[in-house]
């Protein structure tokens, strides 16, 4: 089986289709009792998180029967549906709403993520900015690009090779083990600059459409990572665990940069000292 693009489009209309009766009716006008913690203060889900959740999967089962659901809040509440990444003919990995604590906020910075997972491998993926409904798609060997009202705008490139003075990203520096962040801080001085808009679905879309350099998490959760990282890897990017082995379904840990090339890659990677965080 492999994912076309006729289902890539049906996907990204559930997306839009929860974005518009799930999420934005409910963004800014959330009610206090409406967001909870899932036990650590900075990690947030809202009744919006739930619903939005549930319309993605109630959609994508009739829409393919017999396919996985791998949402975050599920695995919320136990990690049994993690065993399908592996183990499901398909499954659809969904983050209903990745920068929850900006979208509680009322902060325009979040997105819908999703990944279509066939045997093992990313062979879909779409990103939602519901904000202005524009949207960056991926298939496996046939590229990325720029989606807007349906039709596919422009293709994705991510940045080219440039000088690390000229680079610009983000970095996960502060989840980094203590002895490590005085090397990691100190390179970091000399790169062209630095940002975290908490939110890895607005990062991915700068870094896919070459408005940044770098990427760096520390944290590699699927429904958080399994869409970038084929976004990045079609548009043109470089990407890997800190040990140099590749991100999929099967191997999540250890950490995950991206940059323009394996060169830059090396030269970031090495620089903060991170090639022995696993």
């Given amino acids: 089986m492999t994912v076309t693009r006729h289902e890539l489009d049906q996907l990204l209309a559930i997306l839009r289709e929860a974005a518009a009766i799930e999420i934005m009716p409910r963004f800014r006008r959330l009610d206090p009792t409406e967001i909870h913690s899932k036990g650590d203060p900075l990690d947030l889900v809202t009744c919006a998180d739930e619903g939005a959740e549930r319309f993605v999967a109630d959609r994508v089962v009739t829409l393919w029967p017999g396919t996985a659901m791998v949402g975050e809040e599920a695995c919320a509440r136990g990690p049994e549906p993690l065993a399908a990444l592996t ?43 519901p904000v202005s409904g524009d949207a960056a798609l991926a298939l496996r060997r046939e590229g990325a690009w720029l989606d807007r009202d349906g039709r596919a705008l422009r293709p994705l490139r991510a940045a080219a090779p440039a000088a690390l003075s ?28 630095l940002w975290d808009y908490r939110c890895a679905a607005h990062e991915y879309l700068q870094a896919a459409d070459g408005h940044c350099h770098f990427l760096m998490y520390t944290r590699t959760l699927p429904w958080d990572h399994l869409p970038g990282s084929l976004l990045l890897q079609e548009a043109g990017a470089y990407g890997a665990h800190f ?10 840990k250890g950490g995950l940069l991206y940059a323009p090339d394996q060169a830059s890659w090396l030269t970031l990677r090495d620089g903060m000292g991170l090639s022995g965080l696993h």
């Fill in 243 to 252: 040990d140099g082995t590749p991100y999929t379904p099967g191997h999540l």
């Fill in 87 to 129: 183990t499901a003919r398909r499954a659809v990995v969904l983050d209903p709403i990745d920068g929850t604590a900006n979208f509680a906020a009322g902060t325009p910075l979040f997105g819908v993520m999703a990944a279509i997972v066939e045997d093992g491998q990313v062979e879909a993926s779409a990103i939602l900015d």
């Fill in 166 to 193: 000229a680079m610009v990203g983000k970095t996960a520096w502060r989840s980094l083990p203590a002895a490590m962040r005085e090397q990691a801080t100190g390179f970091l001085a000399r790169v062209g600059g």
